[in-house]
């Protein structure tokens, strides 16, 4: 492969390795600890062997190992690795339209702010005024020692981002049921243009490498 792509396939492959069960793949893996970062894995607490967060994030990796093994200088070797991410892949696009979008409508929706990939947009404000910060336990946020205060979020927005995470903690990070639980629910069209495309490119990938019931 070119130089620098050994390593983003290796994050690939990190990440699927931290699957969940279902076919979730959450957005940090807490692979030590680290007292600068809030939430920490003991906010998140999903149970895992490797502690992980319990949301996840737009799925832009199955696009990346199309275009990493379009890119490789050792074609045997990356169509190898992506051979045995395939299953992983396939699992997580299939948890998003199981466990988000319930009604089969085709669309799914995000469950929390920090998995669009766009945590502090203002697009996001009228459904999260709708989680309510009443009940949080006090933490201390981290953010705000490493950057101007006035570039992140509120307190008050703050509090609505942990009452999610608690909220789901309560429910046990049960993925059947943490879409209808939640009151921030939104179908966000940039999120579901990114499963689009990746689904595609799975496909185009998957036929390409001899997988045809992934492919199909």
Request: glycine share 6%.
């Amino acid at each position: 492969m070119a130089a620098g792509l050994p390593m983003t396939v290796r994050v690939v492959e990190q990440l699927g390795a931290h699957q969940w069960d279902g076919g979730m793949v959450p957005h940090i893996v807490f692979h030590q600890q680290d007292e600068g970062y809030f939430p920490g894995p003991e906010v998140w607490n999903t149970g895992r062997p490797t502690p992980t967060s319990g949301i996840t994030q737009p799925t832009v990796a199955a696009f990346a190992v199309a275009r990493l093994v379009a890119r490789a200088s050792d074609k045997a070797m990356a169509e190898a690795r992506a051979l045995a991410l395939l299953p992983r892949l396939a699992a997580w696009h299939d948890w998003f339209y199981r466990c988000r979008d319930p009604q089969g409508t085709g669309l799914v929706a995000i469950i929390h702010p920090w998995e669009s990939g766009r945590d502090n947009s203002v697009d996001w404000d009228t459904a999260f005024a709708r989680v309510p910060t009443e009940g949080v336990r006090p933490f201390q946020r981290r953010d705000t020692q490493h950057a101007d205060p006035v570039h992140r979020p509120t307190h008050e927005q703050y509090l609505r981002y942990i009452w999610l995470v608690e909220h789901f903690r309560h429910l046990h990070w049960n993925n059947l049921h943490l879409h209808d639980e939640s009151p921030f629910r939104v179908v966000d069209p940039g999120f579901n243009a990114i499963l689009i495309r990746s689904c595609a490119d799975l496909g185009d990938l998957a036929e390409r490498l001899g997988a045809r019931d992934i492919a199909a």
